[in-house]
RNA sequence: GCGGGUGUAGCUCAAUGGUAGAGCGGUAGCCUUCCAAGCUACUUACGAGGGUUCGAUUCCCUUCACCCGCUCCA
């Protein structure tokens, strides 16, 4: 009885299993290990290895062709990870990304300070500090759950990593590494518009690093407080914020589709009216379907004119645009999808992640077959894990083996079809083991062609076979014979 | 930050108050004519720091990391 599991229990357990599959699985194939491992790790940081970077790296590439290169409406940037400070203050990250909290000593609960207040009927009182509130408990105030007055003061925890410029570590010396990329768009709207020759709407595309001093992290990589983001702030006349934003919505769905993910597993979630900052008037989130739960990879907000109005306040600088058209000088509003590379890069490595039962040599031919969870595999088949990333996004394209290793007219060929088709592709060349190891260990990597020459290709059959080699698809485990001069063509049109 | 759990080789797991063993993997060699075959050799670990002890991977404390719940989530 005590045994019995619920259904909730299981499910629960087996998404547990598969997420740490997965996480094994990065770090044996070298797409994700801890940070600084060797010293125990650091709470919240992740490295990438060499099939996690190509990853990264496609996700990337990808985002900045589709959104940048081949439009004409949208030009990039690439600002310091840290600006003045000034920056943040007129943004509202040094107020609004502090929550304060207080625990109390008796029971050991932890609250929000504010939100304590309210519930008691008090109110927090603040004081302003050049990096900051600072806040102070009222009389009165106790604990909602045991009533105890033993609360410790309420500390600030902002999310942003504080760091000081130049020698002097002093209040007036503070810096902050950037909690989101946004904000130096803003700060260099008038630049950007002044050399780009763009007209509203128009927009300005950046991707880089962000640091966030999350409280908690969790979930392996999806919260780490070093991330990358793909931010685009697109600039559009008052007025057309509903149909931009309702644009930016559908282009962002179909290129999620476009990288790899279905849309069975992408949801857009919608804000609603009360959920909205008080600047937005739109916001939809795209969530995945993780296997510990939906989450959000990218949310696409209409912010209207908060942004540039409040940097036109604070720097005193104008932010307007003047529309030639029709000779009116305005605040440009703006559309803002952005997207976190590292959750999408996640999103990839669990949609990609398949456990199958492949033919082995006796029933060579037959097709793949899901495996069954706790089950054996029937006879002539045995379980392989096959990563099946989309060709465009996959770390490594296509890898090149010679049928066997100690026959040098093999291996010779082999190398010669392999440098041919590292000058276009990223691609991998392997020898050890036998063929079917290899590929295999290319299942892991999620390569999606494999190329093997065998003897038929050195014309040992006859010279309509000269030059041809085999082409293994990684999905289908199907098999074509190619020549070596279509080979190129082949990958390119599957990859593009 | 609180509570619970976990920490032995790259992975999965074992044993033990007297300094650790296997399978898989990896590397090298032999072999191998298309899906993890075989043989040989090599490789690698008690998360970190203290304490108790003649002696600690094992017991105790601290710490770090990971997982789960709470909390948090621009």
Redesign the pocket.
């Known amino acids: 009885m005590a045994d019995k599991k619920s259904p909730e229990e299981a499910a629960?357990k087996a998404t547990?299993a598969l997420?740490?599959k997965i996480v094994?699985l990065c770090?044996?194939r070298g797409f994700i290990f801890?940070s600084s491992e060797i010293y125990?790790?650091?709470?919240?940081f992740w490295d990438y290895g060499p099939l996690g970077c190509e990853l990264k790296r496609n996700i990337k590439d990808a985002w900045w062709r589709d959104v940048v290169q081949r439009r004409d409406d949208v030009v990039g940037l690439e600002a310091t990870i840290i600006m003045h400070p000034s920056i943040w203050k007129a943004s509202g990250h040094v107020d609004?990304?502090t929550?304060p909290m207080v625990?109390c000593k008796t029971c050991?609960k932890?609250f929000?300070a504010d939100?304590l207040c309210e519930e008691l009927g008090l109110k927090l009182e603040s004081v302003e500090t050049p990096t900051g509130k600072q806040f102070k408990l009222p009389a009165g105030a106790k604990c909602t759950a045991c009533g105890s007055d033993q609360l410790t003061e309420p500390r600030s925890f902002n999310l942003m990593f504080k760091t000081f410029i130049g020698p002097v570590e002093d209040v007036s010396n503070v810096a902050y590494l950037r909690?989101?990329t946004a904000q130096a768009i803003f700060a260099q709207f008038q630049n950007v518009l002044s050399c780009a020759r763009q007209k509203v709407p128009f927009g300005i595309a950046q991707i880089g690093k962000a640091f966030?001093n999350?409280?908690?992290?969790?979930?392996?990589t999806f919260?780490s407080r070093e991330f990358e983001q793909m931010e685009l702030e697109f600039f559009i006349k008052p007025g057309t914020d509903a149909q931009w934003h309702e644009y930016w919505v559908k282009e962002r769905m179909k290129w999620y589709e476009s990288i790899g993910l279905p849309a069975s597993k992408l949801k857009p979630y919608v804000y609603k009216k009360e959920e909205l900052?008080h600047y937005a008037s739109a916001c939809v989130d795209v969530y995945f379907d993780f296997p510990?739960g939906s989450q959000e990879l990218e949310g696409i907000a209409a912010r209207g004119n908060f942004d540039l109005s409040q940097h036109q306040k604070h720097s005193g600088k104008s932010m307007e645009y003047f529309d030639d058209e029709t000779k009116e000088k305005y605040l440009p509003h703006v559309v803002e999808p952005?997207a976190?590379v590292d959750r999408i890069a996640l999103a990839l490595l669990c949609n990609a992640y398949y456990e199958e039962w492949?033919?082995?040599?006796e029933s060579?031919g037959s097709a793949p077959i899901p495996a069954e969870h706790g089950k054996q595999p029937p006879a002539g088949f045995?379980s392989?894990?096959v990563m099946r990333f989309a060709p465009r996004i996959a770390p490594v394209k296509v890898a090149v083996f010679p049928?066997?290793?100690?026959k040098p007219a093999l291996v010779e060929k082999a190398k010669e079809v392999f440098h041919l088709l590292r000058s276009q592709f990223v691609s991998f060349y392997d020898e050890?083991?036998?063929?079917?190891?290899r590929?295999?260990?290319q299942?892991?990597a999620g390569t999606p062609f494999c190329v093997?020459i065998?003897?038929d290709t050195l014309g040992e059959k006859g010279p309509e076979m000269k030059d041809t080699?085999?082409l293994?698809d990684r999905d289908t485990?199907?098999?074509e014979r190619v020549s070596i001069k279509e080979l190129p063509a082949r990958i390119a049109e599957a990859v593009k």
Not at 40 to 44: D, M, R, V
Not at 403 to 406: F, H, V, Y
């Open positions: 629960e547990n997420m740490e094994a770090k044996r801890q125990g790790g650091l709470n919240g609004s990304f929550d625990d050991k932890r929000r939100q909690p989101e966030r999350e409280i908690n992290p969790r979930n392996f919260r900052a510990f952005s976190g492949a033919p082995t040599s060579a045995e392989r894990v049928l066997l290793k100690n050890a083991g036998n063929i079917g190891r590929y295999r260990r299942d892991e093997t065998d003897f080699v085999t293994r485990l199907k098999q």
